[in-house]
């Protein structure tokens, strides 16, 4: 098993910079493929973000393309999410996951790991 733990979440302005990162521990990290999804009240958890496990592929959801970047330090067992020009459409609960070295997926049901979340609140 694989446990995670996100952090840096918090309430920013509209067009405001946070870095929210996920600290794993439990097993080797670089055996895994990470992602970021995040769920807004009301919605689905949707996916946001993906790394692969050496860091040298990686997908974003269509909404956040050229405002987010996701890397990984697998040195230090976490990996990251910087998000840019925030707006209040990216309120949400922010989650990384994790997930056994596979073919690239955007559903949370094909991970297998989750930490608890950080809220990231955007004000208009």
């Known amino acids: 098993q694989v446990q995670l733990r996100e952090s840096g979440g918090k309430l920013v302005q509209a067009g405001g910079s946070l870095r929210l990162s996920c600290a794993a521990s439990?097993?080797?990290?670089?055996?895994?493929?990470m992602g970021w999804f995040r769920q807004a009240p009301g919605k689905e958890r949707v996916f946001v973000a993906f790394v692969s496990w050496s860091g040298g592929t990686k997908y974003y959801a269509e909404s956040v393309k050229g405002r987010f970047t996701i890397s990984r330090d697998n040195a230090k067992n976490t990996v990251y999410l910087q998000m840019n020009s925030l707006n209040s459409e990216d309120t949400a609960i922010f989650y990384c996951?994790?997930?056994?070295?596979?073919?690239?997926?955007?559903?949370?049901?094909?991970?297998?790991?989750w930490g608890q979340g950080t809220q990231v609140t955007v004000s208009s």
């Open positions: 996951a994790a997930r056994q070295r596979k073919a690239y997926s955007e559903s949370p049901h094909d991970y297998d790991y």
């Open positions: 439990g097993r080797t990290f670089s055996n895994y493929d």
